[in-house]
């Protein structure tokens, strides 16, 4: 009786989706509903506190710092990831670029690598010493050695460094693939009309591939709010100066795992929800995504 | 006439030419500077690892001070490395294949039928895509704290067996198949999983590759996950194992140096093999439709 429902057609879906049921339920819907109630706990106590946790969070200095470290630097990102890789891509798209797919894999490569690799490597070029690369390059122009990983902006600057160079390429794979879905017709009409480069770029390339872009903004904006383990590496683990490298999940990392206090890094990563969720909210609003849905 | 005509080819000409050579100049530079963090790796994997810890890394080369010393002691040193990487070599490959098994049986249940909740649950794959796994990580970790599962390599394989963002290409790959091949398999009598393992999954093979390989190379670079999870140094993966060597103690330098460039080479090799694949996989998720 029971291998027969099995077999039949009506249950086989079920039985198709099953994995991903119990998966979801287990392991991502469980812990999120978990993660609320643990916020609202002090877990090493076991007790209710109710809005404990939030209200503390509010007006902890150190979480505003994060909060403040981890919006820089998606707002970086967002800065440099998305306008230079798409006129990256379109330039390689060009008639007159010549064996663009090597340029192409050469690009890609930084993406293979690991975060303990690409951060150990970045930490190390931008090391104290003079002799150290990065202070080798600006030693060229005739400037002393920085301590690069002490102070707020050449920090930030170091992190922004090594997010372009791991994502960069691939940003461009994925505005490639947005341009080349482009009907070409639409190029030749405009190059008849006597339309230059420039205007073909901001008035046919940009706005045909506003969906990649709304991708690559989503995933960005993901990503660059819940960084962590880049700081992770080229601090050498949690503790930067200042905190100058401290992010939103590097944060909830500290009170977690280095402090056991679960409750109130629960609190914290309930709050990185909530702003992933409302940045991209407005993102697609702004960028009109929702409208063209409901057409 | 026709010499004007000619002059102006003439100049066009040249302007192509000019436009080439610019692109050719700008895309060179970047692919230069994209290299040097990679290169500036592999030439400090044959200087003295003290040299490493003093100076950082930098461009400098004297070959007076090369070595295969490093490799040595990669290769025949007395260290944990190759645990580590046949930990991360077995991690991988388990990955990958209960990855694509669960994934893609999944996703041929969205692909393939109708039925109640199909939407509801269609969109619980989208959302979850959109929830930073950090949010998830510290409940996660408490309960597999609780059920006992810390320091075990189930704990990292298990939670992500079906893998939204896998399900999502599968599911549009499998959208675009024959439904008349379905039908075909239920007229010779194969049942409705029959019909998945042995009509389904040869046709899925390209789409297999470009997720084996997204799959396989986040397997091997994965990080934090493993870094909550994991205890004992003996069950170590690669990016664990090499961490530990960032203190600077006793030769420890010298094998991160070569440690970490020997990492990136499986995934080198297989990126050469199959680019066409990583490419595929990794930008899939912004192809729509």
């Excluded at chain 2, 994934?103 to 959109?130: R, T």
Aim: aromatic share 14%.
């Amino acid at each position: 009786m029971i291998k027969k429902v099995f077999y039949s057609k009506k249950a086989a879906p079920y039985v198709f989706i099953l994995p991903f049921v119990l998966t979801i339920a287990l392991f991502w819907i469980g812990p999120i509903v978990n993660g609320v109630l643990l916020s609202f706990q002090n877990v090493l106590q076991d007790e209710w506190t109710g809005l404990h946790n939030y209200k503390r969070l509010f007006t902890d200095a150190i979480f505003y710092k994060a909060v403040l470290n981890s919006v820089k630097y998606m707002i970086g990102t967002l800065v440099l990831l998305i306008p230079f890789p798409l006129l990256f891509a379109t330039l390689l798209n060009s008639k007159l670029m010549k064996h663009p797919n090597v340029y192409k894999s050469i690009y890609f490569i930084p993406a293979l690598t690991s975060v303990v690799v690409a951060g150990t490597v970045f930490r190390l070029m931008f090391g104290e010493s003079d002799q150290a690369l990065m202070n080798q390059v600006i030693g060229l122009f005739g400037h002393a050695p920085i301590r690069w990983l002490r102070r707020g902006d050449t920090a930030y600057f170091a992190l922004l460094l090594l997010c372009c160079w791991r994502w960069t390429g691939v940003n461009i794979m994925y505005f490639l693939a947005g341009i080349q879905a482009i009907p070409t017709d639409l190029y030749e009409a405009a190059e008849i009309d006597g339309a230059s480069k420039w205007q073909q770029f901001k008035s046919i390339t940009v706005p045909l591939v506003k969906p990649t872009t709304v991708y690559v903004l989503t995933i960005s904006i993901y990503a660059g709010l819940s960084m962590f383990l880049e700081s992770f590496m080229l601090w050498k683990g949690n503790n930067s100066p200042n905190n100058i490298g401290l992010t939103i999940v590097g944060y909830l990392y500290r009170q977690g795992i280095e402090k056991r206090n679960m409750g109130y890094a629960c609190a914290v990563g309930i709050v990185l929800l909530v702003m992933v969720m409302i940045v991209n909210l407005v993102q697609l609003k702004l960028t009109g995504t929702f409208d063209k849905e409901d057409e | 006439m026709a010499r004007t005509a000619a002059v102006k080819a003439g100049s066009k000409t040249k302007h192509t030419i000019g436009g080439t050579i610019g692109l050719i100049v700008l895309f060179t530079i970047l692919a230069i500077l994209i290299i040097i963090p990679i290169y500036a790796l592999f030439i400090a994997s044959f200087k003295p690892g003290e040299q490493l810890l003093q100076y950082g890394l930098n461009l400098t080369l004297n070959f007076k001070e090369w070595s295969l010393s490093n490799y040595k002691l990669l290769f025949f040193g007395h260290h944990d490395y190759w645990i580590w990487f046949r930990n991360s070599m077995i991690l991988t490959i388990i990955t990958v294949i209960a990855t694509l098994l669960v994934s893609a049986f999944v996703a041929y249940g969205f692909a393939a039928y109708d039925f109640k909740f199909k939407n509801v649950l269609f969109v619980l794959v989208l959302a979850i895509m959109s929830v930073p796994f950090e949010v998830i990580m510290l409940p996660l970790y408490k309960q597999m704290t609780d059920w006992g599962m810390m320091d075990n390599y189930a704990a990292i394989i298990l939670p992500f067996m079906a893998h939204a963002s896998t399900i999502f290409f599968f599911r549009q790959y499998l959208l675009g198949m024959p439904k008349s091949l379905i039908e075909a398999g239920r007229i010779d009598g194969a049942t409705e999983y029959g019909i998945f393992f042995k009509l389904i999954v040869p046709i899925m093979k390209p789409a297999f590759a470009a997720m084996a390989i997204l799959n396989g190379m986040n397997a091997w670079n994965n990080y934090m996950w493993p870094l909550l999870v994991i205890r004992s140094s003996d069950k170590y993966t690669l990016t664990l194992g090499l961490n530990t060597l960032i203190n600077p103690y006793g030769d420890n330098y010298s094998l991160l140096i070569s440690g970490a460039f020997f990492s990136i080479i499986p995934i080198l090799i297989l990126y050469v093999a199959f680019q066409k694949y990583f490419i595929e996989g990794m930008t899939a998720g912004a192809v729509k439709e």
